[in-house]
């Protein structure tokens, strides 16, 4: 078997997590792997090292093989900028705009494209774990499918299905999606798999004796809940946490935005033990918060509109009168300045928040950056990241990684994502804020350390003898 593909009852069932966590199992065993996604949605992207841009999971995925990301892991990605209009990336590059009423029409003529992409990755690597999207039990969605079972009939892989039980009712989901497939597409799922389960294995014998008599397909594993430390791309609000008050050194408030992008910036600061940090949707929650976090957006000008209308303005500007500090990120940082002059990007221009000495100008073309260098101000502490971004701004290279930062110190502005991965350059920046409790550990660690752990839960979980397809593919 050179490849396997994991399709889910639905969104938000761990197909994501369990892609990076078989590829991990399968690259601690010598077995040359890397992931595949035809077709993502998600405003939450990462740069690859061939210079273009794919979705965050693919990129979580390849650091998990040991590889670097490339565009053809992901050679679709729709970025939303609207209810029904998304920015279009195809390997890599944005190549126009998807409106939802051409939807299924337009994506025909992509079938070809992401199945050379596929093909590449077949020839380079011994096995290639591709992950779905969504359901593939969607009856509107079926024509022109590239990103479920189209694409696993044209490229020939078997499909293991998954339900997350967690959430309750996986029985149903399990046996409900088999049964609106077609009978070609009911034959290329091989095997079931369970998510996130919680309590004693010996509760579910019955069901799962009834779930393979009813289907006709092995249960390949049933896979517990773990606490993993992983970025997501779809679940910002996982970090909310009700901490101990006594234990709390630093209240951070991060402005979910309609078209909030890249949130998982932030996971290392929410990782720190001492700082609660919480998504916020209205002006009522921001209290208590020593810092406030303005993220990446797909679209600033409706984000920045959104933003005064939703009454955020006075209460940003309170909390910096009375010596709060304010960060903004990409699109974050565009809004806290002077102007946004749009140059036929998102439309029209835009006054600023007017906290940061800086203008920002929308460009057609995007910036695509990946970097990996000392901070001058912060003692050459190592940063690493990426940039993505329309808006080109008169930044001050002295402040790396910050582009800019306001005349009292309480305002800072970033085009980097991924900026606080590296421990020491975070611990740093905390302290300068006066937390100096940070434990100054790498996120990448962290990442690999969950990795790690749900690599080992697999092995564990998974049927050893279907299993053995994959690791046959082993180079050892």
């Known amino acids: 078997m050179k490849s396997l593909m994991i399709q889910g009852t639905a969104s938000g069932v761990g197909k994501s997590v369990l892609v990076a966590g078989l590829c991990r199992l399968l690259a601690r065993n010598g077995v040359r792997v890397a992931p595949f996604k035809p077709?993502?949605?998600?405003?939450?992207?990462?740069?690859?090292?061939?210079?273009?841009e794919i979705g965050r999971a693919q990129a979580l995925q390849a650091f998990a093989c040991g590889i670097e990301p490339s565009v053809h892991m992901n050679p679709v990605l729709i970025k939303p900028e609207a209810d029904e209009q998304a920015q279009l990336v195809v390997r890599g590059q944005v190549v126009g705009q998807l409106h939802a009423k051409r939807f299924r029409e337009d994506r025909i003529g992509w079938m070809q494209m992401v199945l050379e992409s596929f093909a590449l990755l077949q020839a380079q690597y011994d096995v290639v774990i591709i992950e779905g999207a969504g359901s593939p039990a969607e009856p509107n969605l079926r024509e022109g499918d590239i990103a479920n079972m189209g694409f696993a009939e044209a490229a020939d892989v078997p499909v293991w299905l998954v339900g997350d039980i967690d959430c309750g009712g996986v029985f149903a989901?399990?046996?409900?999606?088999?049964?609106?497939?077609?009978?070609?597409?009911?034959?290329?799922?091989?095997?079931?798999?369970?998510?996130?389960?919680?309590g004693n294995m010996e509760l579910l014998d019955d069901a799962l004796v009834?779930?393979?008599?009813?289907?006709?397909?092995?249960?390949?594993?049933?896979?517990?809940?773990?606490?993993?430390?992983?970025?997501?791309?779809?679940a910002p609000y996982r970090h909310a946490q009700d901490s101990a008050p006594d234990s709390i050194q630093l209240n951070i408030a991060v402005i979910a935005l309609p078209r909030m992008s890249n949130h998982d910036d932030i996971d290392p600061l929410a990782s720190e033990a001492g700082v609660n940090l919480r998504f916020v949707r209205t002006t009522k929650e921001l209290n208590p918060a020593d810092l406030i976090i303005l993220p990446g957006?797909?679209?600033?000008?409706?984000?920045?509109?959104?933003?005064?209308?939703?009454?955020?303005?006075?209460?940003?500007?309170?909390?910096?009168?009375?010596?709060?500090?304010?960060?903004?990120?990409?699109?974050?940082?565009?809004?806290?300045?002077?102007?946004?002059?749009?140059?036929?990007?998102?439309?029209?221009?835009?006054?600023?928040?007017?906290?940061?000495?800086?203008a920002t100008t929308m460009r057609t073309q995007k910036t695509l950056i990946k970097v990996d260098r000392p901070s001058p101000c912060f003692a050459g502490e190592r940063v690493t990241g990426y940039?993505?971004?329309?808006?080109?701004?008169?930044?001050?290279?002295?402040?790396?990684?910050?582009?800019?930062?306001?005349?009292?110190?309480?305002?800072?502005?970033?085009?980097?994502?991924?900026?606080f991965e590296q421990g020491g350059f975070r611990k740093a920046w905390l302290n300068e804020l006066g937390f100096s409790a940070s434990d100054g550990k790498d996120q990448h660690q962290r990442t690999m350390d969950s990795l790690d752990l749900l690599a080992d839960a697999l092995e564990q979980a998974i049927d050893p003898e279907l299993l053995k397809p994959l690791l046959a593919g082993s180079s050892l």
């Open 387 to 419: 940039e993505i971004h329309h808006g080109e701004s008169d930044s001050d290279k002295a402040l790396f990684p910050f582009a800019c930062k306001s005349a009292d110190g309480l305002v800072w502005g970033s085009y980097l994502h991924g900026l």
């Open 39 to 52: 077709q993502n949605m998600s405003n939450n992207a990462a740069v690859t090292i061939d210079g273009g």
């Open 210 to 234: 009834w779930l393979e008599e009813k289907t006709g397909r092995p249960v390949a594993g049933v896979i517990p809940w773990l606490a993993l430390e992983l970025p997501e791309e779809d």
């Open 297 to 358: 957006s797909k679209h600033v000008a409706s984000d920045l509109a959104w933003l005064r209308q939703s009454g955020f303005v006075p209460a940003l500007a309170r909390h910096l009168r009375y010596g709060g500090n304010v960060l903004g990120i990409c699109g974050g940082m565009q809004m806290l300045g002077t102007v946004i002059e749009d140059d036929g990007v998102e439309g029209d221009s835009a006054e600023g928040l007017g906290w940061l000495p800086i």
């Open 173 to 198: 989901a399990l046996t409900g999606s088999l049964a609106i497939l077609s009978d070609s597409e009911q034959q290329r799922v091989k095997a079931l798999l369970i998510n996130r389960f919680r």
